[in-house]
Structure formats: C-alpha cells, structure tokens
C-alpha cells in the first residue's frame, strides 16, 4: 500500500523503494527482475515490417511482403502474452504509474530499439483523445516515451481526432478504413516532422492498423523515416 501510494505521488523516490518483481513476486527485486525478463522476453525472429513473429532467417512477413505498410521498421519487446497484459493492464487501466519505467526498461532492452532511439530526430507517442486521457489520467505511450527518450520525445506534435469504433471483429484492412482521419499533425508544428527521422512509440500492437494510420500521416507530413517500437505485438492478427 505505501509502495502504491508512493509511486502515484513520487515516482522517482519510489524508483529507490525495496521493490517485488511484478512477475514471480520475488523480494527483494526490481519491479520486473531480469530472470522474468530472460524468460518471458526473449528476442526472437520478427518480421521487420510489421514486428509479427518469422521464421529464422526471415526478414518479412509474407503480408508486408505483398502490401508493405508504411513504416521503415517495426520493433517489439515481447509477445503479448502472459504475463505482459496483466501487467500492460496494471499500469494503462489501473493508474500503477510506478510500472513505466520497468517497462520502459523492458523496451530498451530489446534489440535495435536502443540503436532507433538514439538516430531518432523525434520521438512522438502514440496520442489519445483529451475524453481518453481524462478518463485514465495519463497516456501511456508518452509515459513510456519520455522515459526513452525525455530530451527528443514531443507529445504535441501527432494528434488523435476522435476515439475509434469498436474493432475487435474487423480485419486490418477494415480497421486501416475505420482509422482514416483519426490522425493528424499539429498545424503549427507539422513542419517539425519534415526530413526527420520519427520513432513512434505505442505500448500494444494488434493488427497495426493504429500505428501504420499514424506512420501514414508522418509519411505524407514528409517523415524521411519512421520506426514504430512497441512494448508488446500479439503474435497473430485479430
């Protein structure tokens, strides 16, 4: 209870608690211990497009091969599988704040995605609606964005429009036609995004059709290239 209370007021001395790896409950530990991350995260092959599980040896999904999306590169931490969406769920949905910077440790972690973020010009989160983020309190890609990268992330820059109609049954090409319009730049600050190399930050990939709607209007905004980093990417479209 102290550790929860701490970490919605003062995360940063929070960050310096005693703490019991999320996981597997180990104590003392960090909040997610590197034995979970060595199991539960392990890098594996992945399509460089689209961030879906490939065969070894295999740079690109056979959809990304057919219709590449626009997106130079694709990059996930892990599966979204147990135990990631509990605790995705525990820090998005549940307002456990003291979660972001493990998590955002985790995504560090994974190969290329140091590299990206370092070449990065800008660093943009995923955005939510102002409905979306009074009801939470917070957008957790910003949270994990600015823990990447606190001095190129720019949460001002891509704006969301309006929430998205229930997807669940839709297929990425109905959801791609669903999103059109949901992004857009910041009128005043769309040159930023000019000639720049952009990371897009989300915390959950599902079919993609969010982040590439989003790569689009980056492209079209003139984004020289743009490289998508997610924490976690269901395995298999929805």
Not at 139 to 167: G, S, V, W
Not at 200 to 214: E, R
């Amino acid at each position: 209870m102290l550790r929860r209370w701490a970490q919605r007021a003062f995360p940063s001395i929070a960050a310096g608690l005693p703490s019991q790896c999320a996981v597997c409950r180990a104590w003392p530990a960090q909040p997610i211990c590197d034995a979970c991350v060595a199991r539960f995260a392990s890098p594996m092959p992945r399509c460089i497009s689209c961030a879906l599980p490939v065969p070894a040896g295999v740079s690109r999904c056979g959809a990304c091969v057919s219709d590449p999306p626009p997106l130079d590169a694709c990059l996930a931490a892990c599966a979204y599988a147990w135990p990631w969406p509990e605790r995705i769920a525990e820090f998005k949905f549940r307002g456990n704040a003291g979660l972001a910077s493990p998590l955002a440790t985790l995504l560090r972690s994974a190969p290329w995605i140091e590299a990206a973020i370092e070449q990065a010009d800008i660093v943009l989160p995923m955005p939510l609606t102002s409905a979306r983020m009074r009801e939470r309190g917070f957008n957790q890609a910003h949270e994990l964005a600015k823990r990447l990268a606190p001095d190129t992330t720019d949460p001002a820059i891509l704006l969301r429009t309006r929430d998205a109609p229930a997807q669940n049954r839709l297929t990425r090409a109905e959801r791609l036609r669903n999103l059109r319009g949901m992004f857009a730049l910041e009128p005043l600050r769309a040159a930023a995004v000019r000639n720049r190399r952009v990371v897009l930050v989300d915390d959950v990939m599902t079919t993609g059709a969010s982040v590439f709607t989003a790569a689009e209007v980056l492209r079209r905004g003139g984004a020289s290239h743009i490289t998508a980093i997610v924490l976690a990417r269901t395995d298999l479209p929805a």
